[in-house]
């Protein structure tokens, strides 16, 4: 369990089933009034944009050598070069595109599986529920990044298998989120009022329940991008990242044993990753402080 | 307190141990390739696969591997570690002071510490000061920490040069007495700071939300109305029910803590367990993963325990049924 899950889980953010959010217009206005959220949010644009832009700005070949190794930055080469002579920034921006794939792509799975899960839990009562909470229990305690690791290093070191772990290990939070509001909701009189009315069951929860219960998850699955990010560059920079694509946590893994000498190729990218995790924070704050109308009034 | 409590909640862990226990398995059994070398580790000789095979049945079904498999954890057998030459329970047993020196220092430097500026903090609510500190502390709260390591070692390493940036004591050092017990010391200094500064943001988010939230309760203003000094209030009143959250996450927050121990530890070449894991994903050594993984679950779930305990004795509201 990271910390960041530690407090989602612990009551803060939005560990309590939240009251029904006010949605909209409202709800954009109050994220919007906090500095913090706006500079994140725009953080979090330039990376994106630097991801999608990535191939086409970086000036040579991430993956190829050359002599010219260990060069300090320069015009040419603003990011210097690292051991093998590659260029750094030309890494750097492949590295943006992994990290935001990760913040996009594991996160995504997450919310997906969690409402999923969540969703069930919370409306079928009985052993269902008793055994999805008893495997959220266990997941949500085991030490993730060590479960992690493990199925990284036995499955193999590809992006899109350490994708698949990390969102796959990520649901329980949201899921346990989820499965609270599902009984909030549910217990409120317009659930009652449309199956009195004859919508069926299943219809009621996809379309009443889900969707007044989905803020909350909205929030925390905000800083699991910044946890998915995180993870990446942990396995990269333990040695379990993909040796096909440069990331942020590879070239501060190579950089590390010339962190004396060669500074800027753990500077660089561990300030982009810095910043963007950061962001993610400052974004998850901001919706987690709109969503919530009473901490919403202590937000400046 | 009664003793019914506490013998219900530790046989609550037999589940979740035979859940991670079955969770290993299935993922010997699943991963690709040899499963007598997911059991063995990359560096095994090939008359061991071959006892391995045998002895785990590797040909019987599934269910039966499984039985083998248990009975073999609970011998207490967690397999041999090739690359070490050693089985891993011993390695583990060898590592883990090294840890527990630095996790637990930097634990309760980071909670105190923690917990007092996130109690200032909030009574300085809405002023500069707990801006300053609410935007720093979400600074570390955010930054990578394995990258702080590194930045300290830049800093330490190539600036300052006041103390050594990796292992455990100086290669070759000599001394006795107080000598080495200093040289170890000073060995500790950077990755215990580097540690501390991960865990704290947290206890200074969860102590000064709390508090914000029990500063604003009915009975700190009749305390206040009655003419309490504001040092009795913020701390007889307010901060000893705002700490009740905060000994919940100390007790939780050991996962949190190997993690944040497993990166320092790699960053500073600091040889406990955390160091050991990443030795173990070097050499692909999967019985020493595997068992580390194992063991520093059981820790965190045994600790959970431990909390939920201390926590109903300390909060008389928590009922016991």
């Known amino acids: ?300 | 307190m009664t003793g019914r409590y506490v013998l219900r909640r530790v046989l609550q862990i037999v589940p979740v141990v035979v859940a991670l226990v079955v969770l290993n398995f299935l993922i010997i059994t699943a991963a690709p390739g040899d499963p007598a070398r997911a059991i063995a580790g990359e560096d095994a000789p090939a008359d061991y696969l071959q006892g391995v095979r045998e002895r785990y049945g590797l040909d019987r079904p599934v269910p039966v591997r499984l039985a083998a498999y248990m009975r073999q954890l609970a011998r207490g057998d967690f397999g041999y570690s090739f690359a070490h030459n050693r089985p891993v329970l011993t390695l583990i047993g060898e590592r883990l002071p090294r840890t527990l020196l630095l996790t637990l220092t930097a634990l309760l430097l980071a909670a105190v510490v923690g917990t007092m500026l996130g109690a200032f903090s909030a009574t300085r609510f809405g002023t500069w000061t707990d801006t300053v500190l609410s935007g720093a502390t979400l600074v570390f709260y955010t930054l990578p920490v394995f990258w702080m390591a590194l930045l300290v070692i830049l800093v330490f390493g190539l600036w300052l040069r006041l103390l050594p940036t990796s292992g455990l004591m100086s290669v070759g050092f000599s001394g006795g007495g107080w000598a080495l017990v200093l040289d170890r010391l000073r060995h500790l200094v950077l990755p215990v700071g580097t540690l501390t500064f991960y865990l704290l943001p947290t206890y200074f988010r969860l102590t000064r939300g709390s508090m914000i939230q029990v500063l604003g309760e009915e009975y700190i203003t009749v305390a206040r109305s009655k003419g309490l000094a504001p040092r009795t209030v913020y701390v007889r009143h307010a901060l000893r029910n705002a700490l009740l959250p905060t000994l919940t996450v100390i007790g939780v927050s050991v996962g949190t803590v190997m993690t944040g121990s497993l990166l320092t530890e790699t960053v500073f070449s600091y040889t406990g367990l955390g160091r050991l894991m990443y030795e173990g994903v070097f050499k692909r050594d999967y019985p020493l993963m595997m068992g580390i993984f194992f063991f520093i679950s059981v820790g965190v779930v045994s600790a959970s325990l431990l909390t939920d305990i201390v926590y109903a004795w300390v909060d008389p509201r928590v009922r016991y049924d």
């Not at chain 1, 509001?181 to 317009?190: K, M, T």
């Not at chain 1, 560059?233 to 942020?248: I, M």
């Open chain 1, 1 to 300: 369990m990271t910390r960041w899950v530690l407090a989602a889980v612990s009551g803060d953010p939005g560990g309590h089933p939240v009251p029904p959010a006010i949605r909209g217009h409202g709800l954009l206005v109050r994220f919007l009034r906090q500095p913090g959220a706006v500079v994140g949010t725009l953080l979090v644009a330039v990376f994106a944009a630097m991801a999608l832009a990535g191939p086409r700005l970086q000036p040579y070949d991430p993956l190829e050598p050359s002599d010219a190794n260990l060069l300090g930055p320069s015009r040419a080469r603003p990011m210097g070069t690292d051991e093998l002579g590659r260029d750094v920034f030309s890494q750097f921006l492949s590295g943006a595109q992994v990290s935001l794939l990760f913040a996009f792509g594991a996160a995504g799975a997450s919310l997906a599986i969690g409402v999923l899960v969540g969703a069930l839990s919370g409306s079928h009562r009985g052993w269902v529920d008793d055994l999805l909470s008893r495997a959220m229990d266990i997941f949500l305690i085991i030490p993730r990044l060590f479960l992690i690791i493990l199925l990284v290093a036995m499955f193999g070191s590809n992006l899109w298998i350490a994708l698949l772990v990390v969102g796959g290990t990520m649901w329980p939070a949201n899921a346990r989120l989820m499965r609270a509001q599902v009984l909030a909701v549910g217990a409120r009189e317009f659930v009652a009022a449309a199956l009195a009315s004859g919508v069926p069951g299943t219809r009621v929860l996809t379309r009443h329940v889900v969707p007044n219960a989905l803020d909350p998850v909205l929030a925390n699955v905000t800083l699991q991008m910044a946890y998915a990010a995180l993870t990446e560059a942990s396995l990269s920079f333990l040695g379990l990242g993909d040796p096909n694509r440069p990331s942020w946590g590879r070239i501060i893994a190579s950089g590390q044993q010339y962190v004396l000498s060669a500074w800027w190729m753990v500077v660089f990218p561990g300030l982009a990753l810095a910043l963007l995790l950061l962001a993610l924070h400052l974004v998850g704050d901001g919706l987690a402080a709109a969503l919530n109308p009473r901490m919403g009034s202590r937000v400046r």
